[in-house]
């Protein structure tokens, strides 16, 4: 069994970087495709980023795109989220997942295709 757990998490200014870090304990999701997801209070969890299991192919939420990078280090079975010119928007708890069921090719920004799920990290924007 997957287990994942994020960090990197934080209080920023807005207008401020972090970047989060996902990585796995026991065995390795390098075949698998990655993402990472966010919910904010009284809001839906949604897809903010994807990566395909070589890293090759990557897929953005509108909101984050050209602000946020995904990317993983195989040797160290880690999943990064580069994030900046944070705003108060992006205040939530982040997750990272993995999409353990189907093809490491293909992303996906369906929550339900993501079976394996960390605990979370908050990332807090300040205004």
């Known amino acids: 069994q997957v287990q994942l757990v994020e960090s990197g998490g934080g209080l920023v200014q807005a207008g401020g970087s972090l970047r989060l870090a996902c990585a796995s304990s026991?065995?390795?999701?390098?075949?698998?495709?990655m993402g990472w997801f966010r919910q904010a209070p009284r809001k839906e969890r949604e897809f903010v980023a994807g990566?395909?299991?070589?890293?090759?192919?990557?897929l953005y939420a509108d909101s984050v795109k050209g602000r946020f990078t995904i990317s993983r280090d195989g040797a160290k079975n880690t999943v990064f989220l580069q994030m900046s010119s944070l705003t108060s928007e992006d205040t939530a708890v982040y997750y990272c997942?993995?999409?353990?069921?189907?093809?490491?090719?293909?992303?996906?920004?369906?929550?339900?295709?993501?079976?394996?799920w960390g605990q979370g990290t908050q990332v807090t924007v300040s205004s």
């Open positions: 990566i395909s299991w070589s890293g090759a192919k990557t």
């Open positions: 997942a993995v999409d353990s069921r189907r093809s490491g090719l293909v992303i996906t920004n369906m929550r339900t295709a993501y079976d394996i």
């Open positions: 026991g065995r390795t999701f390098n075949g698998y495709t």
